[in-house]
């Protein structure tokens, strides 16, 4: 495959590494600015020549800075710093030379819905293209940008909110209309992501709007059955949380709203979760249901059989979110408990169960244990770029994972030559894939 390609927009050309290419920047939709701010997004421009994609774009609006251990391990780097934009709608690929039918890696990261690109610094598809899978990561609106909905909106457009997830549907769009031209197989699109990503791979996986783009997904760390990080918001109570905005920040037309720059916007999110925390309990610029993109909750949607019959991993990590100090036993973890009963759940539906992982490895270099995201820099295969003391058995563990995710990508099923056999978790038989390093 040449470093330059077609696509339904016009001509890109990207990054020549020698045996794989890589595309930066790539536009999947228009810029969601000015008038199209709290709107669906939009399809690109066709390029005028050839499009350059050799940097990595803006991120979306998003609050500088992280928690340990996040901030040290994925934040805390200049090199892979971005500034933050509302025009964010971008994807990245990296494709081996001369590739030809290439199952696809559909990246989702996380961030609470409010943080996180799709350049940072534990992303990174090298690997995925060494295994033969084009690896393509998707940026998407984050915060009071991505799922505030407002009467306003509802009334122009007959919803609101969920931006963020019709932005990673565009994405999804984007990549199953072109990606034949970078050497990949649009009928074998695996979804994944992690925490946020997560959530977001099963909102896909539970709307109708995703269609038959999605042959297989991955949950980490935030795909459940009956116990997990999943709200049902109605839209109805998205508006109510909404409602703050304008107030806050003296609008009284939702052409006002829009007159906003961006860093009055970005300005109030204090104020507006302020205003709603106490009311909402939690989280909730989260995906909402709106009667299109998601027709009921995620567990009904489970119970009715409206996920999609896909094969489908999931799993968490030891010290996981939700996880209480000290208590990290199987039973006391939820996302634990919520894995093994999605896949479970699949098989009571007639279907496949699931493959079901739990990443035990303690990192090397303190006491955080195997946290919250902790199985990135392994399923990524970029321990490389980390501060971390790293043995040859984290390597390992790498090289090990990588593989039981490319060879699922490619079939299904993780299971190769020379990997620990992995079965599906049913009832009878509920198996669970340990991650960890060989002891001693």
Not at 39 to 55: D, N, V
Not at 143 to 170: C, K, M, R
């Amino acid at each position: 495959m040449e470093n330059t390609v077609e696509t339904k927009y016009g001509k890109i050309e990207g990054i020549d590494h020698g045996w794989y290419s890589e595309y930066r920047g790539v536009p999947y939709a228009k810029p969601p600015v000015e008038d199209l701010r709290w709107r669906a997004p939009q399809p690109p421009e066709p390029f005028q020549g050839t499009f350059q994609a050799k940097e990595f774009p803006a991120k979306s609006c998003q609050r500088e800075g992280s928690a340990p251990p996040w901030d040290k391990d994925f934040y805390d780097d200049p090199n892979y710093e971005r500034k933050t934009s509302e025009d964010c709608l971008y994807l990245n690929i990296w494709a081996p030379k001369d590739a030809e039918g290439c199952p696809v890696a559909f990246w989702i990261h996380g961030g609470a819905f409010m943080g996180g690109s799709a350049s940072e610094k534990e992303f990174d598809g090298v690997e995925y293209c060494r295994r033969g899978v084009i690896f393509v990561s998707v940026q998407y609106r984050l915060g009071i940008f991505v799922f505030f909905a407002h009467p306003w909106l509802t009334e122009e457009a007959g919803t609101s909110g969920n931006y963020g997830a019709l932005d990673q549907i565009a994405a999804l769009k984007w990549v199953y209309e072109n990606i034949s031209a970078f050497g990949g197989d649009p009928e074998n699109i695996t979804v994944f992501g992690q925490s946020a990503g997560a959530m977001s791979t099963q909102t896909l996986i539970s709307s109708p709007l995703t269609g038959n783009m999605i042959k297989r997904a991955i949950l980490q760390s935030g795909g459940s059955y009956g116990v997990g990080l999943h709200r049902d918001l109605t839209l109805k109570e998205q508006e109510s949380f909404g409602m703050a905005l304008p107030e806050i920040l003296g609008a009284k037309s939702l052409e006002e709203l829009r007159a906003k720059s961006t860093e009055e916007v970005f300005a109030a999110t204090d104020k507006f979760m302020g205003a709603n925390m106490p009311v909402a309990k939690g989280l909730f610029l989260v995906p909402t249901i709106d009667g299109k993109l998601l027709t009921d909750g995620y567990y009904p949607t489970i119970d009715k059989g409206e996920i999609k019959d896909l094969p489908y991993m999931i799993g968490s990590t030891k010290e996981d979110i939700m996880v209480e100090p000290g208590k990290n036993s199987p039973e006391e973890r939820p996302l634990y408990r919520g894995s093994v009963a999605f896949s479970q759940k699949l098989e009571e539906l007639g279907r496949k169960p699931a493959y079901v992982y739990d990443f035990l490895r303690d990192l090397p270099g303190d006491e955080q244990g195997a946290w919250h995201s902790a199985e990135l820099w392994y399923m990524m295969g970029t321990l490389g770029r980390c501060w971390r003391p790293w043995t040859a058995g984290d390597y390992a563990l790498s090289a090990r994972m990588l593989d039981y995710w490319c060879n699922f990508m490619r079939t299904g099923d993780p299971n190769g030559e020379g990997l620990p056999k992995w079965e599906p978790c049913g009832k009878e038989k509920p198996f669970v894939m340990e991650l960890d390093i060989p002891s001693g």
